[in-house]
């Protein structure tokens, strides 16, 4: 694995605890650090303590100084990268913050950064740091948003479920009280004013199900026909082609027409004039 995967990967499983860990370490000034600092030589990943740990270079003595994990316990256990980048700062602290050594780095420091070196690499790590902290963060509010609308989907299929209950125990309501009240029974076409055909069939979908039904239905419609593409004929009948309830072309005529015969006619003679075909048996 890449430096850049590994660095990715601890990130991954420790999240910000780590990148604090880790800031703290890169601020002081007796520390370089890289994308390898944080290391795992293990194979697999993970399985041997010793194998992983944070390892950076030292401005002031110019060496390398590193911290492995272990599975000791106590004071001195050392399970994760978290404890890892903790203990090496506590080490450079100790064994490199005399007086000496901070000004040793600091003079490396100056002397490298006017070559644009030495900070650069810390900004580096900085940076690669960030990103993958920034794509975590977008995950998880991805992750949010996601539970967010399945439960609010979940609400709405029960709400809508439960308007349409409440809705039929209303109409029988209504009539119940019309048959007490000695009125004239209206017809069921007269009850049901207002709704349109097929009312029943559409007003229990689902939010999702309006959406995935209709993307299907608007692929569908994107299909330039060619006449190399040869395909069974379309389905006749009641759910076939000309008279299916919501996708029929007599209906989709009917939706244009307003009613006129005539315009069914001009109607059909645009679509064999669009599609450029001749007047021939359908079938
Ligand atoms: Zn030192």
Not at 1 to 9: F, V
Not at 63 to 80: E, F, H, R
Request: hydrophobic residues 35%.
């Amino acid at each position: 694995m890449e430096a850049d995967e590994q660095l990715a990967a601890a990130l991954d499983a420790h999240g910000e605890l780590l990148a604090e860990e880790l800031r703290r370490l890169a601020d002081l000034p007796q520390v370089r650090i890289v994308p390898s600092s944080v290391f795992d030589r293990a194979k697999p990943l993970g399985s041997v303590a010793q194998a992983r740990g944070v390892v950076v270079k030292l401005r002031c003595c110019k060496k390398p100084l590193d911290q492995k994990c272990n599975n000791l316990s106590g004071v001195a256990a050392c399970p994760t990268f978290i404890e890892a980048a903790r203990l090496l700062r506590l080490k450079v602290q100790e064994k490199h913050g005399s007086e000496e050594c901070l000004a040793k780095a600091c003079e490396h420091a100056e002397s490298t950064r006017s070559e644009g070196t030495t900070s650069i690499n810390n900004d580096a790590f900085a940076r690669l740091m960030e990103g993958q902290l920034a794509k975590q963060r977008a995950r998880s509010a991805l992750t949010q948003c996601e539970k967010k609308v399945s439960t609010l989907r979940a609400i709405l299929s029960d709400a809508q479920a439960s308007l349409h209950q409440a809705e039929a125990e209303e109409q029988e309501a209504r009539i119940e009280l019309e048959r007490l009240e000695g009125k004239k029974q209206k017809t069921a076409n007269n009850s049901q004013k207002g709704r349109p055909p097929h009312y029943e069939e559409y007003s229990s979908y689902t939010h999702s199900t309006w959406l995935s039904t209709t993307g299907e239905i608007m692929n569908r419609r994107a299909v330039e026909p060619r006449q190399d593409i040869s395909k069974p004929a379309p389905p006749d009948g009641e759910d076939g082609a000309l008279r299916h309830w919501r996708r029929g072309l007599a209906g989709c005529i009917c939706d244009w027409a307003a009613g006129s015969l005539d315009n069914v006619v001009k109607l059909i003679v645009r679509v064999i004039n669009h599609f450029k075909v001749m007047m021939i048996p359908a079938d």
